[in-house]
Protein backbone atom coordinates (compact mmCIF):
# COMPACT_ATOMS: atom_id res chain seq x y z
CA UNK A 1 0.00 0.00 0.00
CA UNK A 2 1.58 3.34 -1.01
CA UNK A 3 2.30 5.85 2.06
CA UNK A 4 -0.06 8.36 2.52
CA UNK A 5 1.20 12.40 3.69
CA UNK A 6 -0.41 12.22 6.81
CA UNK A 7 1.35 9.06 8.35
CA UNK A 8 4.40 10.03 6.60
CA UNK A 9 4.69 13.29 7.98
CA UNK A 10 4.32 11.64 11.17
CA UNK A 11 6.90 9.51 10.98
CA UNK A 12 9.36 12.12 10.44
CA UNK A 13 8.13 14.09 13.31
CA UNK A 14 8.43 11.36 15.80
CA UNK A 15 11.86 10.35 14.43
CA UNK A 16 12.99 13.82 14.91
CA UNK A 17 11.55 14.45 18.29
CA UNK A 18 13.69 11.13 18.86
CA UNK A 19 16.65 13.20 17.19
CA UNK A 20 17.34 9.98 14.70
CA UNK A 21 16.51 12.40 11.78
CA UNK A 22 17.73 15.54 10.27
CA UNK A 23 15.37 17.55 8.02
CA UNK A 24 16.39 20.50 6.30
CA UNK A 25 13.54 22.70 5.45
CA UNK A 26 13.53 23.55 1.73
CA UNK A 27 13.33 27.58 0.42
CA UNK A 28 10.82 29.09 -2.47
CA UNK A 29 12.52 29.97 -6.05
CA UNK A 30 12.40 34.09 -6.02
CA UNK A 31 11.26 35.96 -9.16
CA UNK A 32 14.58 37.75 -9.37
CA UNK A 33 15.82 33.95 -10.48
CA UNK A 34 17.08 32.74 -7.35
CA UNK A 35 16.44 28.66 -7.52
CA UNK A 36 14.74 27.67 -4.46
CA UNK A 37 15.86 24.08 -2.54
CA UNK A 38 14.07 20.61 -1.78
CA UNK A 39 13.82 19.94 1.76
CA UNK A 40 15.98 17.07 2.13
CA UNK A 41 16.46 14.16 5.10
CA UNK A 42 19.30 12.76 6.87
CA UNK A 43 19.56 9.92 8.69
CA UNK A 44 21.66 10.08 12.14
CA UNK A 45 24.21 7.62 13.08
CA UNK A 46 21.96 6.36 15.89
CA UNK A 47 18.95 5.46 12.90
CA UNK A 48 21.71 3.26 11.65
CA UNK A 49 22.88 1.54 14.67
CA UNK A 50 19.26 0.57 15.21
CA UNK A 51 18.54 -0.40 11.91
CA UNK A 52 21.27 -2.57 12.05
CA UNK A 53 20.15 -4.42 15.11
CA UNK A 54 17.40 -5.98 12.80
CA UNK A 55 19.67 -6.77 10.27
CA UNK A 56 18.45 -3.93 8.13
CA UNK A 57 21.13 -2.27 5.59
CA UNK A 58 21.30 -1.42 2.20
CA UNK A 59 22.09 -4.53 1.06
CA UNK A 60 18.84 -6.32 2.28
CA UNK A 61 16.64 -3.27 2.05
CA UNK A 62 14.73 -5.78 -0.88
CA UNK A 63 14.20 -8.40 2.30
CA UNK A 64 12.60 -5.59 4.53
CA UNK A 65 10.66 -3.36 1.43
CA UNK A 66 8.59 -4.63 -0.84
CA UNK A 67 8.34 -3.03 -4.30
CA UNK A 68 4.74 -1.87 -5.06
CA UNK A 69 3.55 -4.15 -7.74
CA UNK A 70 3.27 -3.28 -11.35
CA UNK A 71 -0.19 -2.55 -12.29
CA UNK A 72 -1.84 -4.56 -15.45
CA UNK A 73 -4.02 -1.70 -16.09
CA UNK A 74 -4.44 1.77 -15.32
CA UNK A 75 -7.68 3.77 -15.84
CA UNK A 76 -6.10 7.03 -17.59
CA UNK A 77 -3.27 5.66 -19.77
CA UNK A 78 -3.20 8.67 -22.33
CA UNK A 79 -2.53 12.15 -20.49
CA UNK A 80 -2.15 15.38 -23.08
CA UNK A 81 -0.29 18.42 -21.22
CA UNK A 82 -0.33 22.32 -22.05
CA UNK A 83 2.50 23.40 -23.98
CA UNK A 84 5.78 23.88 -21.96
CA UNK A 85 6.26 27.63 -20.25
CA UNK A 86 9.68 29.80 -19.86
CA UNK A 87 10.14 31.22 -16.60
CA UNK A 88 13.30 33.48 -16.55
CA UNK A 89 15.34 30.74 -18.91
CA UNK A 90 13.42 28.09 -17.06
CA UNK A 91 11.33 25.59 -18.84
CA UNK A 92 8.23 24.91 -16.66
CA UNK A 93 6.49 21.56 -17.95
CA UNK A 94 2.72 22.16 -19.33
CA UNK A 95 -0.18 21.70 -17.36
CA UNK A 96 -1.92 18.33 -17.59
CA UNK A 97 -5.44 18.79 -19.84
CA UNK A 98 -8.63 16.62 -19.41
CA UNK A 99 -8.46 13.88 -22.24
CA UNK A 100 -11.87 12.90 -23.35
CA UNK A 101 -12.01 9.14 -23.08
CA UNK A 102 -14.85 9.00 -25.42
CA UNK A 103 -12.82 10.06 -28.43
CA UNK A 104 -12.26 6.58 -30.33
CA UNK A 105 -8.51 7.60 -31.11
CA UNK A 106 -7.89 7.90 -26.97
CA UNK A 107 -9.43 4.90 -26.65
CA UNK A 108 -6.84 2.96 -29.54
CA UNK A 109 -3.79 4.29 -27.80
CA UNK A 110 -5.38 3.53 -24.59
CA UNK A 111 -5.86 -0.01 -25.37
CA UNK A 112 -2.00 -0.34 -26.75
CA UNK A 113 -0.56 1.09 -23.75
CA UNK A 114 -2.56 -1.43 -21.58
CA UNK A 115 -1.48 -4.62 -23.49
CA UNK A 116 1.67 -3.62 -22.70
CA UNK A 117 1.21 -3.10 -18.98
CA UNK A 118 -0.86 -6.49 -18.51
CA UNK A 119 2.11 -7.70 -20.35
CA UNK A 120 4.92 -6.30 -18.41
CA UNK A 121 3.11 -6.93 -15.24
CA UNK A 122 3.85 -10.74 -15.83
CA UNK A 123 7.57 -10.86 -16.23
CA UNK A 124 10.39 -10.79 -13.79
CA UNK A 125 12.01 -7.70 -14.39
CA UNK A 126 15.18 -6.96 -12.18
CA UNK A 127 15.71 -2.93 -11.96
CA UNK A 128 18.29 -2.53 -9.37
CA UNK A 129 17.31 0.13 -7.15
CA UNK A 130 14.93 1.50 -9.91
CA UNK A 131 11.62 0.16 -10.37
CA UNK A 132 8.80 0.06 -12.91
CA UNK A 133 5.22 0.30 -12.38
CA UNK A 134 3.02 1.00 -15.37
CA UNK A 135 3.46 3.41 -18.38
CA UNK A 136 1.34 6.50 -19.49
CA UNK A 137 1.82 7.81 -22.82
CA UNK A 138 2.10 11.59 -22.67
CA UNK A 139 1.04 13.84 -25.32
CA UNK A 140 2.04 17.37 -25.42
CA UNK A 141 1.14 20.94 -26.67
CA UNK A 142 -2.55 20.29 -26.17
CA UNK A 143 -3.63 23.82 -26.14
CA UNK A 144 -2.03 24.55 -29.93
CA UNK A 145 -2.81 21.56 -31.95
CA UNK A 146 -1.96 18.58 -29.92
CA UNK A 147 -5.91 17.74 -29.18
CA UNK A 148 -5.20 15.74 -32.11
CA UNK A 149 -3.24 13.47 -30.20
CA UNK A 150 0.07 13.70 -32.58
CA UNK A 151 2.66 16.17 -30.47
CA UNK A 152 5.23 14.40 -28.56
CA UNK A 153 3.77 11.17 -27.20
CA UNK A 154 6.17 9.01 -25.63
CA UNK A 155 5.91 6.07 -22.77
CA UNK A 156 6.95 7.14 -19.47
CA UNK A 157 7.42 5.07 -16.45
CA UNK A 158 6.18 7.26 -13.73
CA UNK A 159 8.29 8.42 -10.93
CA UNK A 160 11.58 9.53 -9.36
CA UNK A 161 12.99 6.05 -9.15
CA UNK A 162 11.88 4.79 -12.28
CA UNK A 163 14.13 2.30 -14.22
CA UNK A 164 13.96 5.73 -16.70
CA UNK A 165 15.49 7.60 -14.88
CA UNK A 166 18.48 5.43 -14.43
CA UNK A 167 21.87 6.73 -15.90
CA UNK A 168 22.77 5.13 -19.14
CA UNK A 169 26.08 3.03 -17.54
CA UNK A 170 23.62 1.69 -14.97
CA UNK A 171 21.45 0.17 -17.49
CA UNK A 172 23.42 -2.43 -18.52
CA UNK A 173 22.69 -4.18 -15.11
CA UNK A 174 19.05 -4.52 -16.20
CA UNK A 175 17.76 -8.25 -16.54
CA UNK A 176 14.59 -9.25 -18.06
CA UNK A 177 13.24 -12.81 -16.66
CA UNK A 178 16.56 -13.20 -15.29
CA UNK A 179 18.47 -12.95 -18.84
CA UNK A 180 20.72 -10.32 -19.66
CA UNK A 181 19.63 -7.63 -21.40
CA UNK A 182 20.89 -5.51 -25.13
CA UNK A 183 19.58 -1.65 -25.81
CA UNK A 184 18.96 -1.23 -29.19
CA UNK A 185 19.22 3.03 -29.64
CA UNK A 186 17.69 4.20 -33.33
CA UNK A 187 20.84 6.07 -34.19
CA UNK A 188 20.11 10.48 -34.58
CA UNK A 189 16.31 9.43 -34.60
CA UNK A 190 15.27 13.22 -35.08
CA UNK A 191 17.80 14.08 -37.68
CA UNK A 192 16.82 10.84 -39.32
CA UNK A 193 13.06 12.10 -39.45
CA UNK A 194 13.32 15.51 -39.80
CA UNK A 195 15.98 14.62 -43.30
CA UNK A 196 13.17 12.23 -44.29
CA UNK A 197 10.79 14.78 -44.17
CA UNK A 198 13.05 17.26 -46.27
CA UNK A 199 13.23 14.23 -48.83
CA UNK A 200 17.34 13.89 -48.43
CA UNK A 201 18.41 10.96 -49.55
CA UNK A 202 19.80 8.62 -46.39
CA UNK A 203 22.47 7.10 -46.04
CA UNK A 204 22.27 4.07 -43.09
CA UNK A 205 26.43 3.90 -42.87
CA UNK A 206 27.05 7.11 -42.39
CA UNK A 207 27.95 9.14 -38.76
CA UNK A 208 25.85 12.95 -39.67
CA UNK A 209 27.52 13.68 -36.04
CA UNK A 210 30.68 13.38 -38.34
CA UNK A 211 31.80 16.89 -38.79
CA UNK A 212 35.50 18.37 -39.66
CA UNK A 213 36.49 20.33 -36.94
CA UNK A 214 33.88 19.31 -34.38
CA UNK A 215 34.09 16.98 -32.20
CA UNK A 216 31.09 13.97 -32.37
CA UNK A 217 29.85 15.21 -28.98
CA UNK A 218 29.64 19.01 -29.63
CA UNK A 219 28.31 18.67 -32.92
CA UNK A 220 24.87 16.26 -31.92
CA UNK A 221 24.54 18.25 -28.80
CA UNK A 222 24.06 21.49 -31.11
CA UNK A 223 22.02 19.19 -33.12
CA UNK A 224 19.88 18.17 -30.37
CA UNK A 225 19.26 21.33 -28.76
CA UNK A 226 18.51 22.79 -31.86
CA UNK A 227 15.62 20.33 -32.42
CA UNK A 228 14.47 20.94 -29.03
CA UNK A 229 14.40 25.08 -29.65
CA UNK A 230 12.37 26.90 -32.25
CA UNK A 231 15.12 29.20 -33.21
CA UNK A 232 18.84 28.60 -33.79
CA UNK A 233 20.84 29.41 -30.09
CA UNK A 234 22.87 32.19 -29.65
CA UNK A 235 24.71 30.95 -26.67
CA UNK A 236 25.71 27.32 -25.20
CA UNK A 237 23.38 26.83 -23.00
CA UNK A 238 25.14 25.97 -19.41
CA UNK A 239 24.08 22.25 -19.41
CA UNK A 240 26.09 21.55 -23.05
CA UNK A 241 28.86 24.01 -21.24
CA UNK A 242 29.33 21.27 -18.05
CA UNK A 243 28.67 18.16 -20.79
CA UNK A 244 32.00 19.59 -22.33
CA UNK A 245 33.95 20.42 -19.91
CA UNK A 246 33.57 17.01 -18.21
CA UNK A 247 34.38 15.25 -21.36
CA UNK A 248 37.94 16.77 -21.05
CA UNK A 249 37.78 17.76 -24.43
CA UNK A 250 40.29 20.79 -25.51
CA UNK A 251 40.66 23.47 -22.87
CA UNK A 252 36.83 22.46 -21.29
CA UNK A 253 35.72 25.93 -22.30
CA UNK A 254 32.69 25.33 -25.32
CA UNK A 255 32.52 28.73 -26.27
CA UNK A 256 36.40 29.25 -26.69
CA UNK A 257 37.26 26.66 -28.57
CA UNK A 258 33.87 26.01 -30.81
CA UNK A 259 32.30 29.13 -30.81
CA UNK A 260 28.52 28.56 -31.16
CA UNK A 261 28.38 30.42 -34.42
CA UNK A 262 30.57 28.95 -36.24
CA UNK A 263 30.14 26.09 -34.78
CA UNK A 264 26.39 26.07 -36.77
CA UNK A 265 28.40 26.73 -39.76
CA UNK A 266 29.74 23.91 -40.08
CA UNK A 267 27.13 21.45 -39.26
CA UNK A 268 25.12 23.63 -41.87
CA UNK A 269 27.95 23.14 -44.51
CA UNK A 270 27.15 19.70 -43.80
CA UNK A 271 23.75 19.35 -43.31
CA UNK A 272 22.27 22.35 -45.21
CA UNK A 273 18.73 21.35 -44.78
CA UNK A 274 18.99 22.54 -41.09
CA UNK A 275 19.20 25.70 -42.32
CA UNK A 276 15.87 26.37 -42.30
CA UNK A 277 14.95 25.07 -39.08
CA UNK A 278 13.78 28.75 -37.96
CA UNK A 279 11.26 29.02 -40.44
CA UNK A 280 10.50 25.33 -40.51
CA UNK A 281 6.78 23.98 -39.71
CA UNK A 282 7.89 20.89 -37.95
CA UNK A 283 8.98 20.79 -34.12
CA UNK A 284 10.25 19.21 -31.67
CA UNK A 285 6.87 17.89 -30.75
CA UNK A 286 6.06 16.14 -34.29
CA UNK A 287 9.39 14.41 -34.16
CA UNK A 288 9.11 13.20 -30.83
CA UNK A 289 5.44 11.77 -31.90
CA UNK A 290 6.85 10.44 -35.18
CA UNK A 291 9.48 8.37 -33.60
CA UNK A 292 7.28 7.23 -30.30
CA UNK A 293 4.75 5.97 -32.90
CA UNK A 294 7.88 3.71 -33.82
CA UNK A 295 8.45 2.73 -30.70
CA UNK A 296 5.90 2.28 -29.29
CA UNK A 297 4.39 -0.10 -32.18
CA UNK A 298 7.62 -2.18 -31.54
CA UNK A 299 7.25 -2.58 -28.05
CA UNK A 300 3.61 -3.66 -28.57
CA UNK A 301 4.27 -6.41 -31.43
CA UNK A 302 7.10 -8.01 -29.18
CA UNK A 303 4.44 -7.91 -26.69
CA UNK A 304 1.75 -9.69 -29.07
CA UNK A 305 5.18 -11.82 -29.39
CA UNK A 306 5.71 -12.70 -25.60
CA UNK A 307 9.01 -10.40 -25.65
CA UNK A 308 9.35 -8.25 -23.11
CA UNK A 309 10.60 -4.84 -24.02
CA UNK A 310 11.74 -1.58 -21.98
CA UNK A 311 11.39 1.81 -23.77
CA UNK A 312 13.70 4.59 -23.19
CA UNK A 313 12.64 6.94 -25.15
CA UNK A 314 14.12 6.78 -28.88
CA UNK A 315 15.80 2.75 -27.96
CA UNK A 316 14.80 -0.59 -26.25
CA UNK A 317 15.23 -3.12 -23.75
CA UNK A 318 15.40 -6.50 -24.35
CA UNK A 319 16.61 -10.19 -23.47
CA UNK A 320 19.99 -10.43 -25.45
CA UNK A 321 18.59 -13.62 -27.23
CA UNK A 322 15.65 -11.60 -28.59
CA UNK A 323 17.83 -9.02 -30.11
CA UNK A 324 17.49 -9.88 -33.95
CA UNK A 325 13.96 -9.96 -33.68
CA UNK A 326 13.61 -6.66 -32.30
CA UNK A 327 16.04 -5.22 -34.54
CA UNK A 328 14.01 -6.09 -37.45
CA UNK A 329 10.72 -5.15 -35.68
CA UNK A 330 12.14 -1.61 -34.57
CA UNK A 331 12.96 -0.93 -38.02
CA UNK A 332 10.27 -2.07 -39.69
CA UNK A 333 7.90 0.10 -37.73
CA UNK A 334 10.16 3.20 -37.96
CA UNK A 335 10.19 3.06 -41.99
CA UNK A 336 6.35 2.35 -41.93
CA UNK A 337 6.71 5.96 -39.82
CA UNK A 338 9.59 7.52 -41.45
CA UNK A 339 9.76 6.43 -44.79
CA UNK A 340 13.19 5.42 -44.43
CA UNK A 341 14.92 2.24 -42.78
CA UNK A 342 17.10 3.86 -39.95
CA UNK A 343 20.71 2.92 -38.73
CA UNK A 344 20.10 0.99 -35.03
CA UNK A 345 22.89 0.75 -32.77
CA UNK A 346 22.92 -1.88 -29.76
CA UNK A 347 24.42 -1.88 -26.33
CA UNK A 348 25.07 -5.34 -25.16
CA UNK A 349 25.14 -6.00 -20.97
Known sequence: MTVGYKPFRSVVAGLEGLNLLEVKVGTKGSLGGRKGE??????????????????????????????????ATIPKPIMLRSSSTNFYGKKLPGK????DKSLLVVQRLGRQVNAINGFLATQDLWLGEYQH???????????????????????YSPG??????????????????????????????????????????FDPAA?????????????????????????????????????????????????????IADTRRRIIEVLPELSDWPTSNVRWGALQYVE?????????????????????????IVAARYQAAAEDILADRFEHHVGVRPALSAKSR
Open 292 to 316: SCAVIDTVHALTMRGIAALPVHDSI
Open 207 to 259: DYYDIRGVPRLVAKSWIVMTFGHDIFHKVWPKEVKAKYRKSGLGSGDLQRDHP
Open 96 to 99: NMLV
Open 38 to 71: ATTMRAKLALFEIALRYGVTPATLGTHFRQMPRL
Open 160 to 201: ADSYQQMPSAERKHIRINDEATVEIDIKSSFLTIYRAGCDVP
Open 133 to 155: RFFVRIFGQGDCGGEKFDKGGRL
